[in-house]
């Protein structure tokens, strides 16, 4: 044992700055800030607080109706719900599931609305809410709808699902 200028043990301090830095990158890859919240790396949370989202809309009645001049239907309600929740206008961008989840991985959307399901294909393009509810289709068939956001927008997909479970309480499985 080592032992300091007073004879007691010495401390030795140069581990510090490692464990600091440990600390710091098992943080980054939970995707949460130091206060514990989860982080969003490209800011999409923040930005559309108070300011603008941008949505995906994807045709699929009767979740989201695109063929008037606004995104009607059950998702286009929640979605604007979600907006009002923080502040935010909507920009609504009305496309294609494939097209839709291209321009969220590109950054050019935040939340993409459309009947998504948890069997979507697109979990390499995007993060998957939670599933906020059931729906039974025509061929009888229980379908658990999902939003999409960003990958490792985690803020974004947190607050999100935090709101799909107010409007939805008690419908994940």
């Not at 010495?10 to 919240?37: F, W």
């Not at 300011?51 to 695109?66: E, K, M």
């Not at 393009?125 to 999902?146: F, M, N, Q």
Request: negative net charge.
């Amino acid at each position: 044992m080592r032992h300091g200028r007073d004879g007691g043990p010495r401390r030795d301090r140069a581990g510090l700055p490692l464990a600091g830095l440990a600390l710091t990158a098992a943080l980054a890859l939970t995707g949460c800030t130091s206060s514990g919240y989860p982080a969003d790396p490209d800011g999409t949370y923040d930005r559309a607080t108070g300011g603008t989202l941008r949505v995906g809309a994807v045709h699929h009645p009767p979740y989201v109706d695109a063929s008037g001049a606004e995104p009607e239907g059950s998702e286009a309600e929640l979605v604007e719900g979600f907006a009002r929740s923080i502040d935010a206008d909507i920009e609504w961008t009305v496309t294609g599931e494939a097209a839709a989840m291209t321009a969220l991985k590109e950054g050019d959307l935040d939340l993409v609305a459309g009947g998504l399901t948890t069997k979507t294909p697109w979990t390499t393009h995007a993060a998957i809410t939670r599933s906020y509810a059931e729906d039974t289709g025509p061929d009888g068939k229980t379908a658990r709808l999902v939003m999409a956001v960003p990958l490792g927008e985690n803020q974004m997909l947190t607050e999100l699902e935090r709101y799909l479970d107010t409007e939805h309480p008690g419908a994940r499985p």
